[in-house]
């Protein structure tokens, strides 16, 4: 079974940066997709971005496009987050799914980000 586990979230100033990361296991991911998912407060959950795993593709949404960057490093992926805003405050999921599958299928617990500004 998918094992997501997410650290790195914490309490930032507005204009810092965290880094995220989520140790995935218990299967070979070479045909799937990885992605980060935030929830705020009183707010539906939303996309961020996401990665193949294999390689060759990357989507950001629109709100965190050039300030966040997801990567992938053996079996850690990351989301770096750059130029932080308060708008950013959530607690953030990642998760995965199997190249074909139209909704991702496996999240992690989540890690809080709060950014005051």
């Known amino acids: 079974q998918v094992q997501l586990v997410e650290s790195g979230g914490g309490l930032v100033q507005a204009g810092g940066s965290l880094r995220l990361s989520c140790a995935a296991s218990?299967?070979?991911?070479?045909?799937?997709?990885m992605g980060w998912f935030r929830q705020a407060p009183g707010k539906e959950r939303e996309f961020v971005a996401a990665l193949r795993w294999s390689g060759g593709f990357t989507n950001y949404a629109d709100s965190v496009k050039g300030r966040f960057t997801i990567s992938r490093d053996n079996a850690m992926v990351y989301l770096q987050m750059n130029s932080l805003k308060p708008e950013d405050t959530a607690v953030y999921y990642c998760?995965?799914?199997?190249?074909?599958?139209?909704?991702?299928?496996?999240w992690g617990q989540g890690t809080q980000v709060t950014v005051s500004s």
């Open positions: 998760a995965a799914k199997r190249i074909g599958v139209s909704e991702y299928d496996n």
């Open positions: 218990g299967r070979t991911f070479s045909r799937y997709f």
